[in-house]
Every structure is written in structure tokens, then in C-alpha cells.
């Protein structure tokens, strides 16, 4: 998202994600690693994005946010509109899980 300046009167919406998994283990990426662990990993958010496929190296930059630290949620402030967010689940080297990964579309309104 591009900075504000002082005369865009735009709002900003909150808007808070937690994420979650059944049956896979949630954890930060050890600072020791030398391969993935199997059945671990963590949540990657794709901002207007789309799922990546399968043993592909999710990119450290934007537009997915990375959660290394094994945590499950953030908040952000988007402008109204519409949205495309895609949650990954990518293993300790940052490599997509097979069928680990959906996509939800939004629309943020300012007022409701």
C-alpha cells in the first residue's frame, strides 16, 4: 500500500486475520535449519495475490508477509475496496506445501 500525504482524506479501515490449521503443526523457523522438518510450517499472507504452487519458494517480499516466527495473525489498515488474500502455509525453507494454501476475496467499506 502507498503512503498517505497530509491532504488524502482517505479511511482507513482496520481489518484483523488469525489464522489457523487442523492436523499440521504451526512453528517459527529454527535459526539451525539445515532441512524442513516434515509436517511443520508456517503461515505466509499474500496481499492480492494468488496461491502459489506446490514447491515453489514463497518470495520474502511484496506482496506476501511472512510469519517466521510462527505466529497466526496480524492486523493492517486498508483503504475501502476490494481485496484478494491468499494464506500459505510454506515449510522452513520458505517452499509451498501441497494443497496447504486458500484464497479468500474481500470488499472493506467504510461504515459497516
Given at each position: 500500500m502507498a503512503p498517505r500525504n497530509e491532504t488524502d482524506h482517505a479511511t482507513e479501515i482496520p481489518l484483523g486475520f488469525t489464522?489457523?490449521?487442523?492436523?499440521?503443526?504451526?512453528?517459527?523457523?529454527?535459526?539451525?535449519?539445515?532441512?524442513?522438518?516434515?509436517?511443520?510450517?508456517?503461515?505466509?499472507?499474500?496481499?492480492?495475490a494468488e496461491c502459489l504452487p506446490a514447491g515453489e519458494v514463497i518470495p520474502a517480499?511484496?506482496?506476501w508477509v511472512?510469519?517466521?516466527?510462527?505466529?497466526?495473525?496480524?492486523?493492517?489498515?486498508l483503504e475501502a475496496g476490494e481485496y484478494k488474500f491468499s494464506v500459505q502455509i510454506g515449510d522452513d525453507e520458505h517452499r509451498t506445501i501441497e494443497g496447504l494454501c486458500e484464497t479468500i476475496t474481500i470488499r472493506m467499506e467504510d461504515g459497516i
Open positions: 489464522f489457523g490449521i487442523e492436523n499440521f503443526e504451526i512453528g517459527a523457523v529454527p535459526a539451525t535449519a539445515t532441512t524442513p522438518r516434515g509436517g511443520t510450517g508456517h503461515f505466509h499472507l499474500g496481499v492480492n517480499a511484496d506482496p511472512h510469519f517466521g516466527d510462527g505466529s497466526d495473525g496480524m492486523e493492517m489498515q
